[in-house]
């Protein structure tokens, strides 16, 4: 059964992690999202280790479903080239700072003319306009200067490096394509195609939400360890017995309450929501002595069935492990040409009518392409 997106064409400009992360989750909603791709072209997501028949285990995952096209748009026939494509496509996603396209001759104005119901969806650090725009940066750039690094981590030392690329991926894959579909929602109802510019700074930003709340309206500056949720409570990480981590979240009373009779504290069980630093310095004092007191293994025995909201902290290869990850078809198979498969992350949005499908992992140039 076709996906979703079954009924979109997609051309994809991008590199790295945004854009690219971005057409892999259309292209696993079906839409047909055909790669043009520079030869030669530094991409670091193609070098990256580790690799799996020599490809990059994270470029086979960001390029899978999509079928892959060499095209020189320096040389001549390459500007051509996109100029008739994009007649029969609906989406042009794109990657580059901005005036970058515009130069080599199929920028949005010059696509358009061509295509008036194409949707142009720009995807960069700072956006299309404002002092910024040409300026390079990089995820933690973004999160530095969106102020969401201001309030995470700890007092002591500082914000940490993420693991994950937050400001890509949360804001430039997400953010990009809600805005395209947004925008062929629009255009089912006007025919009218448009411009999206994604921010990824603009995105960030606005991932603040609570605490941009709070600074914006309520005037409370942002600060590490200082609220509810980023440490200034119980609300944290304890470290166990054997150095694992376990996560705290009992944040309802009828949680905390739970929780402080499994550790035998019950007499805490009021302390949780509290506004008094003394009160909650005591409350996560006794929250670590007592999970410190335990392997995790121990704990994550007793929390099985207990409603706390207490979970384990779990490695990537342990959360593929668990039972709901598994029952959700969140680690697939993806296949190579050659009738083997990879393992991969499953798409994360489930439909009941058009369901999601991998169809090959990412390749090359040259490769074989599919049917």
Known sequence: MPGPLSHLKILDFTTLLPGPYATMLLADMGADVLRLEAPGRMDLVRVMPPQDKGVSTAHSFLNRGKRPMELDLKKEGGVETVKQLVADYDIVIEQFRPGVMDRLGIGYETLKAINPALIYCAITGYGQTGPYRDRAGHDINYLALAGVSSHCGRKASGPPPMGIQIADV??????????????VSHRQHTGEGQLVDISMTDASFALNGMAGAACLAGNMPQEPESTLLNGGSFYDYYQTA??????????????????????????????????????????????????????LANWQVIFAEQDACVEPVLTIAEAAEHPQLKARDMVIEVSWEDGTTQRQIGHPIKFSKTPCAAAFVGRTPGGDKPE
């Not at 949360?170 to 925008?183: E, I, Q, T």
Request: with cysteine.
């Open 170 to 183: 949360a804001g430039g894959s997400h953010h990009a394509v809600m805005g395209l579909l947004a925008a």
């Open 242 to 295: 054997d150095d694992r981590w376990l996560s705290v979240g009992s944040l309802e009373p009828q949680f905390m309450a739970r929780l402080c009779e499994v550790i035998g504290h019950p007499e805490l069980k009021n302390l949780g929501l509290s506004p008094n630093p003394e009160q909650q310095t005591t409350l996560k004092q006794t929250l670590k002595q007592a999970i410190g007191a335990k392997t």
